[in-house]
């Protein structure tokens, strides 16, 4: 308990800056990565194939090659130059931001996508029959079954994104992640802090899974 | 494949398509003609900056970086599997003293964030050598998420299954091991792989605590002065690697999958649990 | 299909591209005097000592990214450096020539436990003598006092010591003695503090204009200054005092004496001039002889 108190002026700040993060890259990866899936599912087989390049591409790099490259390659490329941010804690976030909104939008826009495929041809086809133009098909036929398919692994892949902020840790952004590296110059015990920011994961992370887990069970009867 | 959205195009439509079709050509090839421009205008093509692969010694320190990301991954993967055998096999236990510490560890490792498992071995338990701590931590994350792979494997499998293997007289274990696990396996084969593919990618992880793996070696060449610090380049080339990597094993997913669909004594089931979970995996 | 066809076309471009590797570097490393090897040394109740002589040769922890001290070339993979050589001197006199050295490199997070575990014998980069070190490892010497000081760009002419960091950017490495110096002092604000994971890291970044300045010891960034002259170079006002140590297995006390002795006989004797005027002396600047503290 002694870590967590001592250092409360680490721990505050650390958990805030983690859920802020998570927040704003929640909602830009949510647009991002719907936009890719409407590309994903165009009609045009061009818009097809560079959705399908980007979701490809991105998900088998790995998250922290992405922040490699946002951190140390990406201004050398000078189309934004670092010297622009105010402060240096700026810059580092909104490279850390780009990263996590890149990487998580693929995988939200595969959770979009498998989710309107899971809607059978028929039901649209009968939209079309009745006459329904195609916003009122998506809005009262398709989506709202789609979105039955897509909230559960949603949720699964916006816990990950949590997770996820936490390698900021090594490209300094300081969030819950690197609250130990910083315990260890004030000579405390590294493992206790440790354990205190798992238990901070561990009961913002739970409540997410038991929510996800009564959806799909809810939902799941229901079709 | 999206046929659910579509109609088929009429005349008008099919030009309305095509207009769409320029239109996004334009937009893409202008990207990569503005991010290529960028990389020529800043000097990233430079001989100087791509003179680092044609020395001897950095080809066999990428080599043998490149060995140590396979070797964190094959440790980590063998170990990750067996973890998730017991733990699958734990939650589905009928006694509740077994069933409810495995869903408790499972639950646990699944909500702790790799990075802070990984600093919790190397800082905080002093585990020696970096290779161990991503090595522990990559069997304890994926461990756990494959357990809940291989249960939702276990359960989405018909009742007959287990039913008739009690029936010829085989105790709970042999129930298990020798019917339900395989079956389970061949049936989450996908989400099997796709979480192996996380596995892979999240093996760059040692970075942070200066494994020698992949990564590690990129920041180590792209800071060389004698290079001109070719940062850009060695992450190019480095990401290549990882994607050639990744889709192999996605590959292998795919084909595995195609001939388990030749193999008759597999059982087609009612839903497929394996899409949501792959769609899922991060 | 056309994945196989992609792996294999990979895997004949490596060979290919193996086969033909060019060897050698571009860049001169000097030359550094060689160290005359003393035979039948013993070091008695030396456990480490006896570890080193059963194995045949010793295995030094050292850095490998900094010029000048601790700097392994990216073409070749040979170590060059002040705190190289200091190795090789200790390792010369203990018996052992320089083809029974083994480097290996380790980042400053993992120094003490690499002499915990017994990975390296002895360590030997930019490692500062402090009191809460000593709790964990045994230290020879000092071999050398460095200082904090700063690299700047160049053309900046706005950071001229400690007191004109404020407003702007500074990088280090996380969990260092100096961002921890810049932290408690306030030197700037915390937001415009930058911690990465080693210092050529925070080089790139200042080459950037991700950062302003970047503060370590003055001896390891005069080696960065005087890789790149046209792009940094080094304030000149120290502002802190490190003495360097050789890291040593905490109890082994018999050996810690004899390191000791080789530093006193090598800083009277003419041995630590001529390694120092071969390596971080190249820059045109002097050092002060250490003067050793044993316990």
Redesign the interface.
């Known amino acids: 308990m002694d870590v967590l108190l001592d250092n409360l002026d680490l721990y505050g700040p650390g958990f805030l800056n983690t859920v802020e993060l998570f927040l704003i890259s929640a909602v830009g990866s949510l647009v991002l990565g719907t936009l890719l899936a409407m590309l994903r599912v165009a009609p045009v087989p061009m818009l097809r194939a560079t959705g399908t390049a980007y979701v490809t591409l991105i998900r088998n790099t790995p998250l922290t090659l992405v922040f490699f490259f946002f951190t140390f390659a990406f201004p050398l490329l000078e189309i934004v130059t670092p010297a622009s941010f105010g402060s240096a804690a700026a810059y580092y976030r909104n490279a850390a931001l780009a990263a996590l909104i890149l990487y998580t939008a693929a995988f939200v826009c595969e959770v979009v996508r498998s989710g309107i495929n899971t809607v059978p041809v028929g039901q649209a086809e009968a939209s079309r029959a009745l006459g329904l133009t195609f916003g009122q098909m998506l809005a009262s036929v398709v989506l709202p079954q789609a979105g039955r398919a897509v909230v559960p692994p949603m949720m699964s892949t916006m816990i990950a994104l949590l997770k996820n902020t936490t390698i900021a840790a090594g490209f300094s952004v300081f969030q819950a992640g690197s609250i130990s590296l910083n315990l260890s110059d004030r000579g405390e015990s590294q493992l206790i802090g440790l354990l205190w920011i798992a238990l901070f994961f561990v009961v913002l992370v739970t409540p997410m899974t038991l929510l996800q887990r009564s959806l799909e069970k809810r939902w799941s009867i229901a079709r | 494949m999206s046929a659910v959205l579509f109609d088929v195009p009429g005349p008008r439509a099919r030009i309305r398509h095509r207009l769409y079709a320029v239109i996004g050509t334009a937009a893409v090839v202008g990207v990569i003609g503005f991010v290529v421009y960028r990389f020529w205008v800043t000097g990233q093509f430079s001989a100087e900056k791509w003179s680092w692969p044609q020395y001897e010694f950095v080809q066999l320190q990428l080599l043998s970086a490149l060995g140590n990301t396979l070797r964190a991954f094959a440790f980590g993967a063998l170990f990750a599997l067996l973890f998730g055998a017991i733990f699958a096999a734990g939650q589905l236990s009928d006694h509740k003293i077994i069933r409810v510490p495995s869903m408790l560890i499972v639950e646990l490792f699944r909500a702790i964030p790799l990075v802070v498992m990984i600093f919790m071995f190397h800082y905080g338990l002093s585990l020696g050598a970096p290779v161990y701590s991503v090595v522990v931590a990559l069997t304890l994350y994926n461990g756990s998420v494959l357990a809940e792979v291989f249960r939702a494997g276990v359960l989405s499998l018909p009742r007959g299954q287990s039913e008739a293997a009690y029936a010829v007289g085989m105790r709970k274990s042999q129930v298990m091991r020798l019917v339900l696990l395989p079956q389970a396996v061949r049936a989450m084969l996908p989400a099997i792989i796709s979480q192996l593919v996380v596995l892979l990618k999240d093996s760059a992880l040692g970075f942070l605590i200066t494994y020698e793996e992949l990564l590690n070696e990129a920041q180590r060449i792209g800071r060389a002065f004698e290079f001109g610090r070719p940062l850009v380049p060695v992450t190019i080339v480095v990401g290549a690697i990882y994607i050639a990597m990744c889709l192999l094993l996605t590959w292998l997913a795919t084909y595995l999958e195609k001939r388990n669909r030749r193999d008759k004594k597999v059982i087609e089931l009612e839903k497929k649990p394996a899409e949501d979970v792959i769609a899922a995996a991060v | 299909m056309r994945?196989?066809t992609?792996?294999v076309a990979?895997l004949a471009g490596g060979l290919a591209?193996?086969a033909?590797?060019?060897?050698g570097?571009?860049?001169d490393p000097g030359t550094a005097p060689s160290q005359q090897v003393e035979s039948n040394v013993t070091v008695d109740g030396s456990a480490t000592f006896e570890k080193m002589k059963g194995r045949g040769k010793v295995i030094v922890g050292v850095k490998?990214?900094q010029?000048g001290l601790g700097y392994k070339?990216?073409?070749?993979?040979k170590f060059t450096g002040f705190d190289i050589e200091i190795a090789k001197l200790v390792a010369a006199k203990l018996g052992f020539n320089s083809d029974q050295i083994e480097y290996k490199a380790i980042?400053s997070?993992?120094r003490e436990?690499a002499l915990?575990?017994g990975?390296v014998d002895y360590y030997v980069g930019t490692y500062t003598i402090n009191a809460?070190r000593k709790d964990q490892v045994g230290f020879a010497g000092p071999y050398f006092t460095a200082g904090q000081d700063l690299l700047v760009k160049k053309d900046d002419n706005s950071i001229t010591g400690p007191d004109t960091l404020k407003g702007k950017?500074?990088?280090s490495v996380?969990?260092s003695t100096p961002i921890?110096k810049v932290k408690t002092d306030g030197l700037t604000?915390?937001?415009?503090?930058?911690?990465?994971?080693n210092y050529?890291?925070c080089?790139?970044?200042l080459?950037?204009?991700?950062?302003d300045a970047v503060t370590t010891d003055d001896a390891i960034l005069k080696g960065y200054a005087s890789?790149?002259p046209s792009k940094f170079k080094v304030v000149g006002k120290p502002f802190s005092n490190e003495p360097y140590g050789i890291g040593l297995p905490k109890d082994d006390k018999a050996l810690r004496d004899k390191v000791n002795d080789i530093l006193d006989a090598a800083i009277k004797g003419g041995d630590w001039q001529s390694v120092y005027d071969a390596t971080l002396g190249k820059s045109g600047s002097t050092a002060e002889k250490p003067v050793l503290d044993r316990y």
Not at chain 3, 20 to 23: N, Y
Not at chain 3, 73 to 77: F, I
Request: include cysteine; proline fraction near 7%.
């Open positions: 994945v196989r992609l792996a990979l591209l193996t033909c590797g060019k060897e570097s571009p860049t490998e990214d010029p070339d990216p073409t070749t993979g980042a997070q993992g436990q915990i575990n990975d809460k950017k500074v990088c996380t969990g921890q604000e915390p937001e415009n503090i930058v911690e990465l994971q050529s890291q080089v790139t970044q080459e950037q204009g991700a950062v890789q790149d």
